[in-house]
């Protein structure tokens, strides 16, 4: 979708009702729901982390940025998610955490960010967070830096292609629980997205549209 095209469609959102836990429930793993029940207390003291969905354009095209994260001894381990990530305490709110850290991940400067609206948060059970995702754009081609010690690579996804609902699609995966389940997910560039970022992703589907 040419990118003016876009930003004259996408500000009407703000006035649009979020999808919520419904659109996010499309692309939920068969079994988040024991897990956040058996969650609940940890629930209580989550973390809290703030992730950016940013727009942008490239060749007068809208493209989002994803992030492949390195692999490491944790949960998230070689998986695709938005640039984000912890709450510090100098950060005034979420919204400023993902703003920051998407600055410190991917390059893209704080104030070049237009933020449009907080999307629905989302517990994460097997890292105890709590993430809060915000719908951005910036309006200038960003030259991405990636933060080498946490970014593998940088996935470029053409708007069109999160939209198109072939690009979901059943697929095994081997969970952070070391069982291997079939889980719903988008194939966006190759990537199999699933779990917390399919789940974000998919309201933001849903959210864009009602707009577009």
Do not use: C
């Not at 659109?23 to 793993?29: D, G, I, N």
């Not at 893209?108 to 999307?119: A, F, N, R």
């Not at 951005?136 to 708007?159: G, H, R, W, Y």
Request: hydrophobic content about 40%; proline content about 5%.
């Amino acid at each position: 979708m040419n990118f003016e095209t876009f930003i004259k469609s996408v500000s009407k959102i703000k006035n649009l009702n979020l999808p919520g836990e419904d659109s996010q429930f499309k692309l939920s793993p068969p079994f988040r729901g024991n897990l956040v029940n058996e969650n609940r207390e940890k629930m209580k003291h989550a973390k809290k982390a703030g992730v950016m969905a940013l727009f942008y354009p490239k060749h007068k095209d809208t493209f989002l940025i994803l992030i492949l994260r390195k692999t490491y001894k944790g949960v998230h381990s070689a998986q695709v998610g938005f640039p984000g990530g912890r709450f510090e305490e100098e950060d005034v709110n979420l919204q400023n955490t993902a703003l920051r850290e998407t600055y410190e991940e991917v390059g893209v400067e704080m104030d070049t960010v237009e933020v449009l609206k907080p999307m629905t948060s989302l517990y994460i059970p097997p890292s105890n967070f709590i993430v809060a995702p915000f719908l951005a754009v910036t309006n200038e081609t960003p030259s991405f830096i990636k933060q080498d010690d946490e970014v593998e690579d940088l996935i470029e996804v053409k708007l069109i292609d999160l939209l198109d609902d072939r690009n979901v699609s059943d697929v095994r995966v081997m969970t952070s629980y070391q069982v291997e389940l079939e889980v719903p997910a988008f194939i966006l560039n190759g990537h199999v997205v699933w779990g917390a970022t399919a789940m974000m992703l998919s309201e933001l589907k849903d959210l864009l549209k009602k707009a577009l």
